[in-house]
């Protein structure tokens, strides 16, 4: 099994920065893909970004300019530094590991609230 740790969710005013970190452990052979997703109040989860092993990093339009996604391979860990919050990016983040063998995994979440 593959256990997800994630951490740096709190409570932040508009225009703020936090930092959220997954470290993954467990069973872990070879990692394809790290990502965050988020899901607010009565909406589907949602992408936010993704980064793939070999440095190539996707972002949902409504986050670009704002967030980055950065990994550290050795620690199985990646990260999601979050600027220029607003408050639509309030929500429940949630960190996902794909590893090459298509098998994938969620962590447990992690609240993220944006006061305006």
């Known amino acids: 099994q593959v256990q997800l740790v994630e951490?740096?969710?709190g409570?932040?005013?508009a225009g703020g920065s936090l930092r959220l970190s997954c470290a993954a452990s467990g069973s872990i052979f070879s990692i394809l893909l790290m990502?965050?997703?988020r899901?607010?109040?009565g909406k589907q989860?949602?992408?936010v970004a993704q980064i793939v092993t070999?440095?190539?990093t996707n972002y949902a339009s409504s986050v670009k300019g704002r967030f980055i996604i950065s990994r550290e391979n050795a620690k199985n860990t990646?990260?999601?530094q979050m600027n220029a919050l607003k408050p639509e990016d309030t929500a429940v983040y949630y960190c996902k590991v794909v590893?090459?063998?298509g098998y994938s995994s969620w962590g447990q979440g992690t609240q993220v609230t944006v006061s305006s």
């Open 11 to 13: 409570l932040v005013q």
């Open 45 to 47: 989860r949602e992408l």
């Open 99 to 101: 590893q090459r063998s």
């Open 39 to 41: 899901q607010a109040p």
């Open 35 to 37: 990502g965050w997703y």
């Open 54 to 56: 070999e440095g190539i």
């Open 7 to 9: 951490s740096g969710g």
């Open 78 to 80: 990646v990260y999601l």
